[in-house]
């Protein structure tokens, strides 16, 4: 079945500086990459996702890159702010068999004021 | 919608006792998840349902644990006896899709 290692397990950045979440899979039919938001106490929320047929995709602070090759894809967050402080899960599955997703153990990210 | 709706919020138990957790999908969905997350292991898949009939269980840790879906606006969980390392978050979550997952607010249960 499908393996998602992720890095690092937490990371704290300046406010304002760039923050970097990394993720592998095992499976190469995996093609459907979602990223979790987890703010304390809270539930794991949807930020952004990512599909095998592009390399990037972008929404205002937040991007996604995907190596398929290298079986990798990567959370990028620009201008950190106090509010992006939370667990963040990146988990992965191919939509079209019938698996489900396989998560990362989270990444707890602190943006320091 | 209001969303996946879980209760209890919070469950405090004595070991030995029976504990149900409950589970409302937003509805139209198809698929049913349930989660446990604790520090140690993260995020874990127990059991999910397609259409009310339960697909992989492969994730229940012990015969303690049984989970059932009689309609599809209703699921529960139930650990019975419960014991302390039973303690986290159980979350249910619900999807139109098999790779997705609208998460409920969690049940935070602890044993003692």
């Known amino acids: 079945g499908e393996n998602v290692e992720q890095h690092p397990s937490t990371l704290s950045v300046q406010e304002g500086d760039s923050a970097v979440i990394k993720c592998t899979y095992s499976?190469?039919?995996?093609?459907?990459f979602p990223w979790y938001k987890q703010e304390l106490g809270k539930r794991p929320q949807l930020i952004i996702d990512?599909?095998?047929?592009?390399g990037e995709k972008k929404d205002q602070r937040i991007a996604v890159t995907l190596n398929k090759t290298a079986k990798h894809f990567s959370l990028h967050i620009t201008e950190t702010q106090p509010e992006d402080s939370a667990v963040y899960f990146c988990?992965?599955?191919?939509?079209?068999?019938?698996?489900?997703?396989?998560f990362g153990s989270g990444t707890q990210l602190t943006v320091l004021p | 919608d209001a969303g996946v709706i879980q209760s209890p919020r919070h469950e405090v138990t004595e070991m030995g006792q029976e504990v149900t957790l409950r589970c409302k999908p937003i509805?139209?969905?198809?698929?049913l998840f349930w989660y446990r997350q604790t520090m140690m292991r993260g995020l874990e898949l127990l059991i999910y349902?397609?259409?009310?009939?339960?697909?992989?269980d492969s994730g229940m840790p012990e015969d303690r644990f049984s989970a059932k879906m009689p309609n599809a606006s209703f699921s529960t969980l139930k650990i019975q006896p419960s014991e302390p390392r039973d303690s986290a978050v159980y979350f249910c979550?619900?999807?139109?899709?098999?790779?997705?997952?609208?998460f409920g607010q969690g049940t935070r249960l602890t044993v003692v």
């Open positions: 499976d190469s039919a995996s093609n459907y």
């Open positions: 988990a992965a599955t191919s939509s079209g068999s019938a698996r489900q997703l396989t």
């Open positions: 979550a619900s999807s139109p899709r098999l790779a997705e997952a609208f």
């Open positions: 349902f397609n259409n009310n009939v339960p697909i992989d």
């Open positions: 990512i599909r095998s047929n592009v």
């Open positions: 509805s139209g969905h198809d698929y």
